[in-house]
């Protein structure tokens, strides 16, 4: 047996065609029920769905042999124990800075400024100003980072930005790229070894489906 790992919402939503085209598909749909562990049209193959960043976990203890995961989530969960072989190029995105518009960002950061960021990201934001050279105060959020400049709980964020209409609906306005991001497969080492065949043919057959 094979087990996905795949988080709700958009990366399911993507990776579905990539499975397809790898002969599976999801039989049951998730936003209709509330099971857990889904099965597929392949009797050998089945999905659990878990949170976005618990994806990386449970491919790395075994709990799932492959999983699907955005490389923001593994840049901050550190990648131990997994095997990424393929960018799917699903769920693409930056990861960026953003400041209210009344903010000067710029001006903060030639002064040598602290400045006070919030951020899900801590990881990438502690690198991306370690290697600025900017003296940065992070403040840990899990989710509505949008709200920390508004309410004076930090002077700029790091967050996802694809469209940019959450930063635009909240006067926000992005002045730094730090990443492109988009989503990959993970693989559990061990699992590499011991179900190498069905994983490899997996794999192959993903990677030949990447628009
Ligand atoms: N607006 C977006 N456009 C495109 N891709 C995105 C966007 N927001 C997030 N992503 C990507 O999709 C992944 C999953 O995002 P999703 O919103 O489903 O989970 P989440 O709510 O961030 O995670 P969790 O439930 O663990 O808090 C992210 O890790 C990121 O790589
Ligand atoms: O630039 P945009 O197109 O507006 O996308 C950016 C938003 O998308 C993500 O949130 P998401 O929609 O996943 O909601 P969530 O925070 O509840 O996961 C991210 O956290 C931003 O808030």
């Known amino acids: 047996m094979i087990t996905l790992a795949l988080s709700k919402g958009r990366i399911f939503d993507e990776t579905l065609p990539l499975l397809k085209a790898a002969g599976i598909e999801v ?3 998730p936003e209709k029920s509330r099971k857990l562990i889904l099965a597929t049209t392949r009797p050998d193959v089945r ?7 618990d994806v990386p976990t449970y491919v790395q203890y075994g709990g799932a042999d492959a999983g699907v995961a955005g ?12 095997y990424q072989p393929l960018d799917l190029k699903i769920a ?3 990861l960026s800075v953003a400041v209210r518009a009344d903010f000067d960002y710029e001006a903060a950061v030639k002064q040598g400024s602290r400045i006070a960021v919030a951020t899900k990201y801590t990881q990438c934001a502690r690198e991306h100003f370690a290697n600025k050279g900017v003296h ?3 403040i840990k959020l899990y989710g509505s980072m949008e709200l920390a400049p508004l309410t004076g709980l930090a002077d700029a964020i790091v967050d996802l930005v694809s469209t940019g209409s959450t930063l635009k609906a909240n006067n926000l306005v992005e002045v730094e790229e730090i990443m492109q991001i988009s989503s990959r497969l993970v693989v559990n080492q061990a699992a590499l070894k011991t179900k190498r065949e069905p994983l490899r043919e997996l794999i192959d057959a993903i990677a030949s489906a990447i628009v």
């Open 27 to 29: 039989t049951e749909d």
């Open 47 to 53: 999905v659990v769905l878990v949170r976005a960043t």
């Open 71 to 82: 490389k923001d989530v593994l840049l901050e969960h550190g990648g131990q124990g997994l």
């Open 92 to 94: 693409k995105c930056r």
């Open 136 to 138: 940065v105060d992070l």
